[in-house]
Antibody, heavy 120, light 111 residues
Framework: QVQLQESGPGLVKPSETLSLVCTVS?????????WGWIRQPPGKGLEWIGS???????YYNPSLKSRLTISLDTSKNLFSLRLNSVTAADTAVYYC?????????????WGQGTLVTVSS | QSVLTQPPSVSGAPGQRVTISCTGS?????????VHWYRQLPGTAPKLLIY???YRASGVPDRFSGSKSGTSASLAISGLQAEDEADYYC???????????FGGGTKVTVL
C-alpha cells in the first residue's frame, strides 16, 4: 500500500523560502508514475503545483514556475518542494500525491496534507 | 479563477438525485482528456471518487456516476444520503498550461 507523508515548517516568513518534504513508503519513486504537489488555500479550491516522473522530467504550474523547485532523493525515497519569495498568498495546505503514468491521470493516493502559514 | 468551472453549491433531500457540472474548454476536457472527481470531507485530504470520466474508484458505491461530453463533465449522486455532504472537485489536464487543472469545488448539502 502506497503511503505519502508531508513534513516541514508550519510557519514561514514573507520573502523567505518554503521547504517541504514528502516521504513515500510502499513504492519506489524511481520505478514509475508521476509524483507531485497540490495546494489548497484555507477555504478555497485545489491548485496543481507541479509533478515529476523520474525518467521523463519535471513539470511546473506556469504561475509558480519562476519560484519553484521540485527535486527528488531516490536513495531516501522522498521528494521535496521549494518555493521562493513567499507571500501571504502562498498560505495553504500542501499535499503531496501520486498520479498515474501520464500527467493527465488521476491523483491517488494523497498525503494527509500539511498547513503552511506565511506570516511575520 | 479556476480553469474548470463548477457550481459553488448544490443541495437535495435524502433519496434525491443531484448532479454537479464541470465545464472546461477545448484545451482540456474538449481535448478529450479524462476528468476525475474527488470528494473532500472537512479537514481531510481529497479522495478519489471517479476516474477516467466514468469509472468508480475502489469502494465507491454505484450511487455515484460520472459522464463527459464535449467540453463538460458531470458527477451524479443518486439516492442522496447525509454522508454525501462534502466538497467535490473535478480535475483534468490542460495542454496549454501543460499541467493538471481543478474545478473550484462544489459543496453538496443534504437538506
Amino acid at each position: 500500500q502506497v503511503q505519502l507523508q508531508e513534513s516541514g515548517p508550519g510557519l514561514v516568513k514573507p520573502s523567505e523560502t518554503l521547504s517541504l518534504v514528502c516521504t513515500v513508503s510502499g513504492y519506489s519513486i524511481s520505478s514509475g508514475y508521476y509524483w507531485g504537489w497540490i495546494r489548497q488555500p484555507p477555504g478555497k479550491g485545489l491548485e496543481w503545483i507541479g509533478s515529476f516522473y523520474h525518467s521523463r522530467g519535471t513539470y511546473y504550474n506556469p504561475s509558480l514556475k519562476s519560484r519553484l523547485t521540485i527535486s527528488l532523493d531516490t536513495s531516501k525515497n522522498l521528494f521535496s518542494l521549494r518555493l521562493n519569495s513567499v507571500t501571504a498568498a502562498d498560505t495553504a495546505v500542501y499535499y503531496c500525491a501520486r498520479s498515474g503514468i501520464q500527467l493527465w491521470d488521476r491523483v491517488d493516493p494523497w498525503g494527509q496534507g500539511t498547513l503552511v502559514t506565511v506570516s511575520s | 479563477q479556476s480553469v474548470l468551472t463548477q457550481p459553488p453549491s448544490v443541495s437535495g433531500a435524502p433519496g434525491q438525485r443531484v448532479t454537479i457540472s464541470c465545464t472546461g474548454s477545448s484545451s482540456n476536457i474538449g481535448a478529450r482528456y479524462d476528468v476525475h472527481w474527488y470528494r473532500q470531507l472537512p479537514g481531510t485530504a481529497p479522495k478519489l471518487l471517479i476516474y477516467g470520466s466514468s469509472y468508480r474508484a475502489s469502494g465507491v458505491p454505484d450511487r455515484f456516476s460520472g459522464s463527459k461530453s464535449g467540453t463538460s463533465a458531470s458527477l451524479a449522486i443518486s439516492g442522496l444520503q447525509a454522508e454525501d455532504e462534502a466538497d467535490y472537485y473535478c480535475q483534468s489536464y490542460d495542454n496549454s498550461l501543460r499541467g493538471g487543472v481543478f474545478g473550484g469545488g462544489t459543496k453538496v448539502t443534504v437538506l
